[in-house]
Every structure is written in structure tokens, then in C-alpha cells.
């Protein structure tokens, strides 16, 4: 039988034990590369929308890195919870990819202005932002919630090298110029902050392990898809590496043994 091991659970770990509680039977509509593709950025998707933010019909989400491989979770998990999604693509040839995820706009940052754009969309705020990027966007991110809005992050792509080679001081200067929340403030504006990374998440495998069948019965009937996935062998796991720190690429990445 075919089946999806989510080795996710174990975090960082230089070896990782795959138990019966993390095999999964794959639903004959995914093809072993789509299988692939899913149960990480799917189920960190899964994780912010339906354990964090439990989302209404009619909310406006905006989602930065829209083309991405959670980015693209997000805005089909929007549509599904009948939320209306505006995703962020850095360039031209993502904007199709957001939109085939379900994003009702797309905003191009390469050739709009992010944040003038994003008002225009939604004067009244947004009810959820799901940021990865990090460093660069938190601060308006945080500005252009809605009352009651929530600020979702997993990750920080702004603060990794993009060359493969680890500059200390961007790194030092990245880190100093991160915003800070003060609770008074969000206590006064009624928004919120929150976070979340899998691989930190291994004392909540029961939950995911909820969220990863409530994912799949949804694979198996077609109401979601895979993201848009790209292939390397095994053998080129270097180009595979340069392609992720380029920006260029869309969906997800999978290595061929």
C-alpha cells in the first residue's frame, strides 16, 4: 500500500524514527511526487488556520508568498473556509500560480507598491496575514490588521542567505531591526501575534495527526490539490538548494532517489 511518512514529527533530529502513527495511507489521487509535496506545508498551513486562527466566511486574509508551497496551502484552505484571499508574489511569473490556488487578487510587489496596494484592497484591515518573509514586511504587516486581526508567522526567508554563504553581520543587523510588540499596544488595537514551526510541534503529534486525515480526506475527494511541484535527483540536491535561496521557484521542491 502506498503510504505518506510524515518524519516532520521528529523535529531536527540527525535520525528520525517513522512509527505506525506517522505512516499514512496516500489517497489514490495524489501520484508519489504529490504525496511528497504535502504533509509539511499543508499541515503548517492546517495548523495556523484551523488551531490558531479559526477562520469565519467573509474574512480577507493576505498571504506573502502566495506561489509558495504554503502559500499556495493557504489561499486553498482560504477558499474552502469561503474567505476572500489577496496573496503577495515577488514576481510576475507567480501571479498565475497564486491565483490557481484560490487568491481572488494578486499583488505583484516587483511591480506595485506592496503596501498602498494592500489598503486599496482592503480598507478596513485584514482579518489574518500570514508572513514567512521575516525581517522586512512584520512591521506593515502588523499595521494593516483589522481590529481583532491576527498576524501569522512561520519563518523567516529575509534573514537567509540567498548565495550559500551566511553573512554574520546582516544576520546581527536583521535580528536587531526585527519589530517588537509591546502588549499594551495590541491589548489597545485589539490585534494579535502569533506563531507557529512543525518542527518544534513534536509533543502535538496527536493533533497533527488529526489534521493531516482532516487533509487527506480532502486530497482523496479532489477539494485539495497538490502544489505545483518540481523535481530534482537526488544527485543535484545543491541545484535544488540554490533554486529555494534564488526566489524564483514555486510550489514545492522534491528530490527524485
Known amino acids: 500500500q502506498r503510504v505518506i511518512g510524515l518524519t516532520l514529527f521528529g523535529g531536527y533530529a540527525s535520525r528520525v524514527l517513522l512509527t505506525p502513527d506517522r505512516v499514512f495511507a496516500q489517497p489514490e489521487a495524489l501520484d508519489a511526487r504529490g504525496g511528497a509535496a504535502i504533509p509539511t506545508v499543508f499541515l503548517t498551513a492546517w495548523w495556523m488556520v484551523h488551531e ?107 534573514m537567509l542567505p540567498h548565495d550559500g554563504r551566511l553573512n554574520w553581520l546582516r544576520l546581527a543587523w536583521d535580528w536587531l531591526r526585527t519589530p517588537r510588540f509591546n502588549p499594551l499596544s495590541m491589548t489597545r488595537d485589539n490585534r494579535s501575534v502569533l506563531a507557529c514551526n512543525l518542527s518544534f510541534l513534536s509533543s502535538e503529534a496527536e493533533r497533527l495527526r488529526e489534521g493531516m486525515h482532516w487533509l487527506l480526506e480532502r486530497f482523496a475527494d479532489g477539494r485539495l490539490q497538490p ?23 514555486t510550489g514545492k521542491l522534491v528530490l527524485l532517489p
Do not use: M
Not at 476572500?84 to 490557481?100: F, M, N, Y
Not at 518540481?230 to 529555494?244: E, K
Open 227 to 249: 502544489p505545483p511541484v518540481h523535481c530534482f535527483p537526488l544527485s543535484a540536491a545543491a541545484d535544488a538548494q540554490r533554486a529555494i535561496e534564488s526566489g524564483r521557484t
Open 52 to 158: 490558531l486562527l479559526h477562520p469565519r466566511p467573509g474574512d480577507t486574509w493576505l498571504v506573502h508568498s502566495a506561489a509558495g508551497g504554503v502559500g499556495t496551502a493557504l489561499a486553498q484552505l482560504g477558499r474552502l473556509a469561503g474567505c476572500r484571499v489577496i496573496g503577495v508574489v515577488g514576481s510576475g511569473h507567480k501571479i498565475e500560480v497564486a491565483r490557481a490556488a484560490g487568491c481572488s487578487e494578486v499583488i505583484d510587489k516587483s511591480a506595485q507598491d506592496l503596501w498602498a496596494t494592500a489598503k486599496a484592497l482592503s480598507a478596513g484591515g485584514y482579518q489574518a496575514i500570514f508572513d514567512a518573509n521575516g525581517v522586512s514586511p512584520l512591521g506593515q504587516s502588523y499595521a494593516h490588521l483589522a481590529p481583532t486581526g491576527r498576524l501569522l508567522i512561520y519563518g523567516f526567508a529575509s
